[in-house]
């Protein structure tokens, strides 16, 4: 199963609602709820920081039996630095992303800490894309 | 506890979910950054926060938090509320400050998550 939403930047009213319309999803699926969070989890930072620090960009998630693939790719303006930003505690949010309750440079480690494979590609005024993949031991039903 | 008993402890106003009041919360967790909420593996938990917008409510759907205690009189919007409505999401409010709210919900044994 293949599911693909846009993300706005900039724009936390409705930042979350991709990753909620996902966890409605993998629910159905009846993957355990443990499964689900850490992957709700995982992709909840990750559309947290496309709308906080990126130009906009895409979510694009492949769901079978044996595990959950989430691809979410921005626009830009990249990552300069990717092994200080996977530092906890190190943060480039605005003031405006610290009011919302995220900024404080956990994101990238909690988005770390949930998945089994993480593949960060990005740069300086380059698009970052991350793959996130994560293994359903159990196995989730055929979609 | 009893949700109703959070309640009547912080001296609270329920503004959502005031049929959910009878159910047990074994955990609290008291924070204004919500990456360190969905770092929580348990269930079962009070989340205690000063931090009154969409994205609190957001956090709490993702980590399955279903109830939330905002202190020092923190007035969810009307946008919050329906969204909390629809993930089941009880809401509360407290005119006390985040320090006796967790004070008195440890003393009255709401246990700490670490």
Same mark, same amino acid.
């Given at each position: 199963m293949h599911v693909s939403y846009e993300v706005r930047a900039g724009d936390f009213s409705i930042a979350g609602k991709v990753s909620s319309t996902v966890k409605g999803i993998l629910k159905q699926l009846n993957l355990t709820p443990a499964h689900v969070k850490r992957i709700i989890v995982a992709l909840y930072e990750a559309e947290v920081n496309v709308v906080a620090h990126s130009f906009g960009g895409k979510i694009d998630c492949d769901i079978d039996s044996e595990q959950v693939v989430i691809t979410v790719s921005d626009t830009g303006p990249g990552i300069a630095d990717l092994e200080l930003a996977m530092t906890e505690g190190w943060s480039t949010a605005t003031a405006e992303v610290r009011e919302m309750g995220f900024g404080a440079g956990m994101g990238l480690s909690n988005i770390r800490k949930n998945t089994d494979i993480l593949k960060i590609d990005t740069g300086k005024d380059k698009p970052t894309i991350i793959s996130m993949t994560f293994r359903l031991a159990e196995g989730a039903e055929h979609a | 506890?009893? #949700?109703? *008993? +959070? +309640?009547?402890?912080?001296?609270?106003? +329920?503004?959502?979910?005031?049929?959910? @009041? &009878?159910? &047990?919360?074994?955990?609290?967790?008291?924070? *204004?950054?919500?990456? *360190? +909420?969905?770092?929580? #593996?348990?269930? *079962?938990?009070?989340?205690?926060?000063?931090?009154?917008?969409?994205?609190?409510?957001?956090?709490? &759907? $993702?980590?399955?938090?279903?109830?939330?205690?905002?202190?020092?009189?923190?007035?969810?919007?009307?946008? $919050?509320?329906? #969204?909390?409505? &629809?993930?089941g999401i009880?809401?509360?409010?407290?005119?006390?400050? $985040?320090?006796?709210?967790?004070? @008195?919900?440890?003393?009255n044994g709401l246990d700490p998550v670490y």
């Open positions: - | 506890m009893k #949700l109703s *008993d +959070v +309640v009547q402890i912080v001296n609270g106003t +329920v503004l959502c979910g005031q049929e959910n @009041l &009878e159910r &047990e919360v074994r955990l609290g967790f008291a924070s *204004d950054l919500m990456s *360190d +909420v969905l770092t929580l #593996l348990a269930d *079962d938990i009070l989340l205690i926060t000063g931090l009154s917008n969409n994205q609190a409510i957001r956090t709490a &759907e $993702m980590s399955d938090i279903l109830q939330i205690l905002f202190v020092r009189n923190k007035r969810p919007t009307k946008t $919050m509320l329906d #969204l909390a409505h &629809e993930h009880t809401v509360i409010t407290t005119p006390y400050s $985040m320090f006796r709210s967790s004070g @008195l919900l440890f003393k």
